[in-house]
């Protein structure tokens, strides 16, 4: 996919961002934090891994329900300093 388009994306940004701040993050505090519909976070959070933006590790909790963890990859700390640039320019 076509870098800009990826992450011209809405809430792209917001979801780095949060990751950045965060370390790493289960799939349910992502969707609390940023106030996301569950099948859109779904469907950027499994773009931004296979594009190699996050890493998603599978985890288990204490009920034995797998969790699904993301955390940002080099490639996504520098993608971040694309919208830094972008709030300068503005």
Same mark, same amino acid.
């Given at each position: 996919?076509?870098?800009?388009? &990826?992450?011209?994306? %809405?809430?792209?940004? %917001?979801?780095?961002?949060?990751?950045? #701040?965060?370390?790493?993050? @289960?799939?349910?505090?992502? *969707?609390? #934090?940023? $106030?996301?519909?569950? +099948?859109?976070?779904?469907?950027?959070?499994?773009?931004?891994? $296979?594009?190699?933006?996050?890493? *998603? %590790?599978?985890?288990? +909790?204490?009920?034995?329900?797998?969790?699904? @963890?993301? =955390?940002?990859? #080099?490639?996504?700390? %520098?993608? &971040? =300093?694309? @919208?830094?640039?972008? #709030? $300068? &320019? =503005?």
């Amino acid at each position: 996919m076509d870098v800009l388009k &990826l992450l011209s994306k %809405r809430n792209v940004d %917001r979801i780095l961002k949060v990751l950045s #701040e965060n370390d790493e993050m @289960y799939f349910g505090q992502i *969707k609390t #934090e940023i $106030e996301i519909n569950q +099948s859109n976070l779904s469907q950027l959070l499994t773009e931004l891994v $296979e594009n190699g933006y996050l890493e *998603k %590790r599978i985890g288990e +909790s204490q009920t034995n329900i797998s969790k699904s @963890y993301f =955390k940002l990859t #080099e490639k996504g700390k %520098r993608a &971040l =300093k694309i @919208y830094e640039i972008a #709030e $300068e &320019l =503005k």
